[in-house]
């Protein structure tokens, strides 16, 4: 059984519930719906979903009261005032998605003491932050994994089974009506990385601020494009087509989208072998920053370096 730390799981952008936060700890630990209620806990992201071999065993929030609700609807063991108490006796930390990107510094005690870490999407705001973070991981022999569960959801590993019968691939499109670029961003563009790979040369958005329109320019010749809308903008939802000489692939269900990712998670906690390598984690976060970069300057082609 994997002993798990987790923080950053109270609220997002200051508000009280993490979806992400929810869902994690109802999926490793299940979850008392009726404790919630009598609570007047938003337990949105809570869920039936579970996986074996992980347990919740400590929370971490500067909100103690919160996360003191938290403990009593998902039955964590302890409550402790620190991160660097939160990275005391147990096997490894997540850090769920709070609406921050410096959430990961929550995590700088777990990987000084070499713990397998998920730092939630996305893994920092800029992509020398994010090498920042790797670096740090190397240097203290921590395993780091950052993903969207776009990534692991049964609708791409649909994808990447149908990738032999394509034949040679030429254009992937992406559309995602789910919010802002700097928070649902990371989506559509770890769903393009899970099926074709890292390999971004260069980055152009002409859309707008409510409805992103990126033009990702690959080293294989694969053009990416992906649309990401505002919900006021375009029903939220999904689809992605990927194109190739011999056939075309659709998808347009999602599928779970937490359960491989941590199953992912739990397995890197075994093994030590990181799911995601380094530099293709901080490939994801440059994509994503040159996609705003672009936007904010007009549309010129950003070079990823």
Not at 49 to 56: I, M, N, P, Q, S
């Amino acid at each position: 059984m994997v002993n798990i730390g987790i923080t950053a799981a109270c609220r997002f952008e200051g508000s009280k519930g993490c979806y992400h936060g929810n869902a994690f700890c109802s999926m490793f630990n299940g979850w008392d719906q009726a404790k919630a209620e009598e609570l007047d806990w938003q337990s949105g992201g809570a869920g039936d979903l579970r996986l074996e071999g992980g347990r919740v065993v400590k929370i971490y929030d500067d909100n103690r009261e919160q996360a003191e609700v938290m403990q009593q609807v998902y039955a964590i063991d302890e409550v402790v005032d620190s991160p660097a108490a939160l990275a005391e006796g147990v096997d490894a930390v997540i850090i769920a998605d709070n609406g921050e990107f410096d959430k990961w510094k929550l995590g700088v005690p777990a990987i000084e003491k070499g713990l397998p870490i998920f730092i939630d999407k996305p893994l920092a705001e800029t992509g020398d932050e994010a090498q920042a973070i790797v670096d740090m991981a190397e240097a203290n022999g921590a395993s780091v994994f950052s993903s969207s569960g776009f990534r692991w959801c049964d609708g791409a590993e649909a994808a990447r089974a149908a990738l032999p019968g394509l034949g040679e691939l030429s254009l992937m499109v992406g559309v995602s009506g789910q919010g802002q670029y700097h928070v649902y961003g990371i989506h559509p563009t770890e769903m393009a990385y899970g099926i074709l790979g890292p390999g971004t040369v260069s980055v152009v958005n002409v859309g707008e601020e409510d409805r992103d329109i990126l033009r990702l320019k690959r080293r294989d010749g694969v053009q990416v494009v992906l649309n990401m809308l505002w919900r006021e903008v375009a029903a939220g939802g999904q689809q992605y087509t990927i194109c190739g000489s011999q056939g075309w692939h659709q998808i347009t269900d999602l599928g779970p989208v937490y359960l491989n990712m941590l199953g992912a998670f739990l397995e890197m906690c075994k093994t030590r072998v990181q799911p995601i390598s380094n530099e293709e984690m901080v490939e994801v976060i440059r994509v994503v920053e040159a996609g705003r970069l672009s936007r904010e300057r007009g549309g010129v082609e950003i070079a990823l370096t």
